[in-house]
């Protein structure tokens, strides 16, 4: 651990799971760096220690931004809230672990945003669903 001491809550303390479509640059990048330590840093500063979060933001995250034509100011609350909010359709459950909340509804309230298009989905797949059933060859209908 690179900052010790610097997590919120104990429980914030814990892997950081890391995405299959990572996995592949991570390789790539180690075989480029064949030499490095095997505990080299990937964006370390130019004196080979861990760049701060901020500046990790502003060197690698806003330029991006930038290309992109994104105007609104990005932090790590917002890459947590877009995480969050992107992560609907999935368990709420795993969603709040990853995030690390010690409440759900700190994630589903606060973090989570409604998608106007995936309420109208939602909205249409119950009213299909509803509208389109078939009543059982049992049943009388009145």
Do not use: C
Request: no cysteine; glycine share 4%.
């Amino acid at each position: 651990m690179f900052r010790q001491g610097k997590a919120k809550t104990t429980s914030s303390k814990a892997p950081v799971i890391i995405p299959d479509v990572i996995l592949p640059l991570l390789t790539a990048w180690r075989e480029q760096n064949q030499t490095a330590p095997t505990d080299a840093l990937i964006f370390p500063t130019e004196r080979a220690t861990p760049m701060r979060p901020e500046n990790w933001l502003h060197r690698r995250v806003h330029p991006i931004a930038k290309a992109l034509s994104i105007t609104e100011p990005i932090n790590f609350q917002i890459l947590r809230r877009t995480f969050a909010t992107n992560a609907q359709g999935g368990n709420p459950k795993d969603g709040q672990a990853h995030l690390r909340h010690a409440a759900i509804g700190t994630t589903m309230n606060i973090y989570t945003q409604a998608i106007p298009e995936s309420v109208q989905r939602l909205v249409n797949a119950v009213a299909d669903d509803v509208m389109t059933s078939e009543k059982s060859t049992n049943e009388r209908v009145p």
